[in-house]
């Protein structure tokens, strides 16, 4: 998985309601070839083989008779300004087209550092399973008391908040933090950047989602 897969999968699995993430869904050849002689180009080829297609990313949201697919391009800006691939793209979206979806597009301007740095730091709290720092009957109350603290921001540095809320409840330097990553990682909470302001300024890029 390259470094741009990487971060349009962690992008993506956060998003509400992420089922599962499939990474190269190969396309039906027999449907690529027809979106192909419809647009006029030439279908992907090896030693004169017809080569299958594929999608980088397919994430399905919802289940059941819910679940929709969102098929996602990953590519770099300047290739995608390549004549060739620029046909090829035409490709794989009029398969999606027939199949009603349609194609996004996940480029290197898709995702800035700083939200990539937060969504990698904070992944390892999607779950708080097997945490003993918090004990899971104080992860409710600290969830509660980060949703206070969102609503109405201390100028303090978010480090002293989770200092303040370590001692209230008893903790080991750090539990109060793992919860706000998890909050961050399962996308109740979104920021940009990792909880290093003071907490009024980093409440201004906080978006309360749950």
């Known amino acids: 998985m390259s470094d ?18 499939r990474e190269q869904y190969y396309l039906d050849r027999v449907d690529t ?21 594929s999608t980088d990313l397919v ?18 800006t300047a290739d995608m300004a390549k004549p060739r691939v620029r046909e090829k793209l035409a490709i794989e979206s009029g398969y999606w087209e027939e199949h009603g979806c349609q194609l996004a597009y996940f480029t290197e301007e898709s995702l800035d550092f700083d939200t990539l740095r937060t969504l990698e730091a904070t992944r390892p709290f999607y779950r708080l399973d097997g945490v003993v720092n918090p004990r899971p009957e104080q992860v409710p109350v600290l969830i509660e008391d980060w949703r206070q603290a969102l609503r109405s921001p201390p100028a303090t540095p978010v480090s002293s908040v989770c200092t303040e809320l370590d001692r209230a409840h008893g903790l080991v330097v750090g539990g109060a933090q793992a919860v706000l990553y998890h909050l961050i990682a399962t996308a109740k909470v979104f920021t940009a950047r990792t909880p290093a302001l003071t907490l009024r300024r980093l409440v201004a890029e906080f978006e309360w989602l749950g």
């Open 4 to 21: 741009l897969e990487w971060a349009a999968l962690l992008a993506y699995e956060r998003l509400p309601g992420v089922t599962e993430i």
């Open 33 to 53: 070839m027809y979106v192909a002689n419809r647009l006029g180009y030439r279908h992907p080829t090896a030693r004169g083989i017809v080569w299958p297609m």
């Open 59 to 76: 994430v399905t949201i919802g289940t059941g008779p819910y679940a929709r697919l969102q098929p996602v391009c990953v590519k770099y």
